[in-house]
């Protein structure tokens, strides 16, 4: 028998556990810890989305692959009418097990191996660079299209708004990406599990008519619901774009039993069908980013870009990781930048996925002095 490489081999050692210490420091303040290190959602499901998934619970068979024709409806209008995509077939909706699973196959699912490259953001969520290293391709990092030289990627992914930075791209830098990707032959995965909490500038879709002339030929859309609908717990996403490429996808993943639980697509086809909830859940998001931007500033952090999505990209002119202590101190938790890439390294990532008591804390305690 061959000696076994374990996959986890292939893969970064998981980054989280590096910041135990300044995680045990920050819990030992007397008011408590104010977790602002992961992105997770802390208010409750929306009654209505509840509602939809019990309402469903005693069916006992086998959902479909594809979702029902209901949910992919309901995701072609929630695209329509919150970001103006047109021109998408309900077909061309895939449900995903919450986005990340999807992302860290794709590669894999779009048969691509050791001769094919992956580009990814310089600073970037590490889970395009996983989905690469498990697939076995290679990887670069790179925001501009002049560092590939001659080099054809056989997938380039966008991440606007952007997990950590909260950079927008804008629809000429998007076009430009297309009409490389066109020229090239790459699909493009447009990570887009922010597009719906945009503050400062109007985020865009790579399916924007602006974008791509109604032509989605290449092109794939990831969407969320964890973020905008507090749906992280019932793992709730899909991917929409080019038929022919989501269709390939449904193939492998109907064989591979990659399957959205009913009740869970009942609960997001809600989800899609309501923008109440998702407005509301925006509105806190907003109130909870101008307490701790304000905080921030004052306790002299600069903050970069973060015009979009859930994370104050912020530095003190220093090693993240020095910032990470001086934030444990007052029993705050953040990520290090380096989490997200070599460049990332004199930032910390500061998330508003906390209860408005909670960033409360923070301001008052990085205020204090
Ligand atoms: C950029 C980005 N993409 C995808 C995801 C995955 O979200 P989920 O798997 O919950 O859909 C996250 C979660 O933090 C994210 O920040």
């Known amino acids: 028998m061959g000696v076994r490489r374990p996959v986890s081999s292939l893969l970064p050692d998981f980054p989280w556990d590096t910041i135990a210490s300044a995680k045990a420091r920050a819990a030992e303040h007397p008011g408590g810890i104010v977790d602002l ?13 509840r509602a939809a998934l019990s309402a469903v619970a005693e069916v006992p068979g086998y959902p479909a692959t594809h979702g029902t024709p209901e949910l992919r409806a309901a995701a072609v209008e929630a695209l329509a009418r919150r970001f103006g995509i047109t021109g998408l077939a309900a077909e061309a909706v895939l449900p995903a097990i919450g986005t990340k699973e999807l992302i860290a196959g794709l590669p894999r699912l779009l048969g691509l191996g050791a001769s094919d490259l ?21 990887v670069l990092r790179a925001d501009g299209m002049t560092r590939l030289g001659p080099e054809s990627p056989a997938l380039i992914y966008l991440n606007s708004p ?11 830098h998007l076009r430009k990406v297309v009409d490389f990707a066109r020229q090239r032959g790459a699909v493009v995965a447009s990570d ?4 719906g909490l945009a503050w400062d500038e109007p985020a865009v879709s790579i399916l924007d008519p602006r974008v791509c002339d109604g032509d989605h030929t290449g092109l794939l859309a990831v969407h969320s619901l964890s973020k905008t609908s507090n749906l992280a ?20 993943r109907k064989h591979a039993g990659m399957i959205m639980p009913f009740p869970v697509q009942s609960a997001m086809t809600a989800a899609l069908t309501d923008d109440t909830h998702e407005a509301r859940q925006r509105e806190r998001y907003r109130a909870r980013r101008e307490i701790l931007r304000k905080a921030l500033q004052e306790a002299g952090f600069r903050i970069d870009h973060s015009s979009a999505g ?17 934030l444990a101190e007052r029993g705050i938790l953040a990520a290090p930048g380096d989490f997200y890439g070599p460049t990332g390294v004199d930032h910390v990532r500061i998330g508003l996925t906390a209860t408005d008591e909670r960033i ?5 305690r990085l205020t204090a002095e």
């Open 233 to 252: 717990g019932y793992r709730a996403g899909f991917v929409t774009g080019d038929p022919a490429l989501v269709r390939e996808l449904l193939e492998v």
């Open 118 to 138: 992956v580009v990814i953001p310089e600073v970037a969520y590490p889970t395009y660079e996983v989905g690469a290293l498990l697939a076995g391709t290679r």
């Open 162 to 172: 952007s997990n950590p930075t909260g950079k927008v791209l804008g629809v000429d």
């Open 360 to 364: 409360a804390a923070a301001a008052e």
């Open 192 to 195: 887009e599990c922010y597009l």
């Open 37 to 49: 290190s992961v992105g997770t959602p802390v208010d409750p499901v929306d009654p209505l989305i």
């Open 310 to 326: 859930l994370y104050l990209w912020s530095t003190r002119g220093e090693n993240g990781r020095t910032t990470l202590d001086w």
